[in-house]
């Protein structure tokens, strides 16, 4: 496996965490109305934006690189 491909692998496996992440958050507010837990979901959610960013970015720097 390149790099490239693994670099794809895993962002893609944190933005899965992240978003899982958020939705524990979530649900956690919803169940106890927390400030903390809707924070939780708030930061998961922005971090998984700026992975899918980042994932964006690095696909068009290394779009010349071969994937295998």
Known sequence: ???KAFH??????SILLSLGFTAWAA??????GS???ALFALLGLLA????VR???SVAR???H????
């Not at 649900?27 to 106890?32: L, P």
């Not at 998984?48 to 992975?51: D, M, P």
């Open 1 to 3: 496996m390149s790099l």
């Open 54 to 56: 980042y994932g964006v």
């Open 35 to 37: 400030v903390v837990s």
């Open 61 to 63: 720097k290394l779009k």
């Open 48 to 51: 998984g934006a700026a992975l």
């Open 8 to 13: 794809f692998v895993f962002i893609g496996a």
């Open 27 to 32: 649900r956690e507010f919803a169940s106890d």
């Open 65 to 68: 690189v071969s994937l295998i």
